[in-house]
């Protein structure tokens, strides 16, 4: 469990005082819950965020758990290192949006006609309760051939999953390589 501490003061001393100590500002909130101002360890933040399993994970601030889905972030322009965090606390039967990474399963038959698997949105935005929630989705691109390609409204209905992009946006394609 990610362990997190409580901001006492927001303003821009204080923030710059704890991202020289090595830590990322973060702000937590939740339908009926008020917002918490928490910091956390960069470094423990970015393994936590890489190496969770689900899309959701635990995180501990002053003494709370709360199972969060990080929603946003800013990172430096120059350096890319990150700056700020929105984190969303999933609460069970509350439906929110989020991304849900997409994963291919197999080889196109495509690759092997001079074709390159270009994959156009590598998140789909949906809306659902967390339980109810895919950690990916999965497209099986083995029977492509160049100049096909996988659209939103081509995805199998998920239970209590609502897909928000639109029905005409490509996922992924088999493009012609030059």
Known sequence: MLEGILRESTGKTSVKALRKDGYLIANIYG????????AFKMNEFIRAARNKENI???VNVAGTALNVVVQGYESHALSGNLLHVDLMVA????EANYSVPVTTVGTPVGLKNKGMLHISKKRIQVKAAIENLPNTIELDVNDLDVGDSILVRELAEIEGVTFKDA???AILSIIKAK
């Open 91 to 94: 609460q069970a039967g509350v």
């Open 56 to 58: 959701a994970f635990d």
């Open 31 to 38: 339908k009926g819950l008020e917002n918490i101002n928490a």
């Open 167 to 169: 029905g005409r946006v």
